[in-house]
Nanobody, 127 residues
Framework: QVHVVESGGGLVQTGGSLRLSCAAS????????MGWFRQAPGKEREFVGA????????SYADSVKGRFTISRDNAKDTMYLDMNNVKPEDTAVYYCALQGLMFPANDVHNENKYAFWGQGTQVIVSS
């Protein structure tokens, strides 16, 4: 059993910063990537960004590129999302998810490729 837990959400003013954390624990598997997704009220869940576990390659949605940064600490099995210059449209529940090695190919943008999900952490950006 693998557990994924997000933390760090809260209320932040427009233009401010916030750091989210995602810790994974439990049965060790060959992880390919960890990803961040978000879901705003009345909207579908969308891809925010992801990081591959071995190489540290990152990928971001256009809406957050240049403002959000993903990093990881392999020793702690933890991923971080540094949110800078936040905007009201960043308000959402943020989810962390874990993707294992897949064949024939992985896809960090596809939420259906992620096997384990956290419970989510709420981020509210006030204007």
């Amino acid at each position: 059993q693998v557990h994924v837990v997000e933390s760090g959400g809260g209320l932040v003013q427009t233009g401010g910063s916030l750091r989210l954390s995602c810790a994974a624990s439990g049965r060790t598997i060959n992880w390919y990537a960890m990803g961040w997704f978000r879901q705003a009220p009345g909207k579908e869940r969308e891809f925010v960004g992801a990081i591959t576990w071995n190489s540290g390659s990152t990928s971001y949605a256009d809406s957050v590129k240049g403002r959000f940064t993903i990093s990881r600490d392999n020793a702690k099995d933890t991923m971080y999302l540094d949110m800078n210059n936040v905007k009201p449209e960043d308000t959402a529940v943020y989810y962390c998810a874990l993707q294992g090695l897949m064949f024939p190919a992985n896809d960090v943008h596809n939420e259906n490729k992620y096997a384990f999900w956290g419970q989510g952490t709420q981020v509210i950006v006030s204007s």
